[in-house]
């Protein structure tokens, strides 16, 4: 007995019907799941805000305390964390840094005892404010910051904002970035430990407010 031929439909999908589902799966996944570009940007502001309160508790310590502290910036590592100090500080200007580098000159030491210097801060993190070394999320990192104490930008190396227990914040501004192009502006008050967070990239002369 001959055996009748199946039809298309029979077979499977028609190639109609695949690219109706083709197209409906790409139109369900750009609905449902957001662009990288966003995801980072994203990431950005909440990077920001969260510098932001810390900022705000690490001002709030330094009052309460009676000590200075200061605020880590680790371009390096991309990690931020908080200090705590004496109750006095010498700031540290270029002058300072200038009169520390000639004396260095004339005053040889070995490399361990230059390590032992470097680590006899009288810094030490602030675990009531910072817990731990914070680490930037995936994606973004620190521009630059720039101080009272650095008029240059610092894009290497560690930047610091200083906290004094009368109520007295170095100005500062701070920059990020992730790598989808998208920048943050976090300008540090001097007073009252606000800081204004800008989603754009500005200069420390427009941000920063004539002395």
Known sequence: MAIAPQSSTELGFSLVEMLVVVALAALIGTMAVPSISNVFKISLGSTTRDLATTI???????????????LVYDFKDNQYWVEVGPQSLLMETEET????????RFVKLSP??????????????ATYVTRKKTALPRGVTFEDVTTEQAKVPITEGVAYTHFFPHGII???????????SHHATLVVEPLVGRSKVIE???EAKEALPEP
């Open 97 to 104: 840094r200038a009169k520390a580098e000639k004396a260095r």
């Open 200 to 202: 754009r990239y500005v």
């Open 56 to 70: 705000r508790h690490a001002y709030n310590a330094a009052m309460m305390t009676k000590k200075v502290h200061r």
């Open 112 to 125: 361990e005892e230059e390590e032992k210097k470097k680590a006899e801060s009288p810094f030490s993190i």
């Open 170 to 180: 170095e100005q500062t501004v701070i920059h990020l970035k992730d790598t989808s």
